[in-house]
């Protein structure tokens, strides 16, 4: 199976996570009114100063108090996705391609969660069908895409997801390799 874990966090993937994976997080946000820095950190395997220089590298949105909301954490694991297979500054213009300013959600194409939402799916999905080939994953990607999506803003997102997703089975792909490798027993 290609996933492991939830992608962008720590967590373990389970079949919650397969049609609508922020919905595995949303709960822990709604009942503690957004994630602490540390609580942010443990859910991603990332340092607390990694996250805060996303943040003032502008690629996050500012939180509001010490809490990071829903806008946050989603955008955190989206580049989180990618980091391993992806510069961080060329992460940060595939992020503007699809959706603009950071802090401005009116010229979004997709809402990020969405976004992340749509993602895990087709990786699901892409896995239950052992497609693999660039034209699979294509051809998936279209098939999930409704209708809303037209002309210009569709092209738009099929080529980010296209990216997301190369990018995401190659990050898995690496850290399968790093493992084998740590197991190898070297003569010195």
Request: hydrophobic share 40%; with cysteine.
């Amino acid at each position: 199976m290609m996933l492991d874990k939830l992608p962008g966090t720590a967590l373990d993937f389970d079949e919650r996570g397969a049609s609508n994976a922020f919905s595995v997080i949303q709960p822990i946000l709604d009942a503690t009114g957004g994630l602490t820095l540390s609580q942010l950190a443990t859910l991603t395997g990332l340092e607390g100063s990694t996250i805060q220089n996303w943040i003032k590298r502008g690629w996050v949105v500012p939180t509001t108090g010490k809490k990071y909301g829903e806008r946050q954490v989603v955008r955190i694991l989206l580049i989180n996705i990618l980091r391993g297979t992806i510069k961080l500054e060329d992460i940060a213009r595939l992020m503007q391609y699809i959706n603009g300013e950071v802090a401005d959600l009116s010229d979004d194409i997709l809402h990020d969660t969405e976004l992340y939402n749509l993602m895990c799916q087709l990786l699901t999905e892409m896995s239950l069908k052992n497609l693999h080939s660039r034209d699979e994953i294509e051809e998936e990607i279209e098939n999930r895409l409704d209708a809303s999506f037209e002309g210009e803003n569709r092209r738009r997102l099929k080529r980010v997801l296209l990216i997301m997703i190369l990018g995401y089975r190659a990050s898995y792909y690496r850290r399968m390799a790093e493992a084998e490798f740590s197991e190898l027993e070297f003569e010195c």
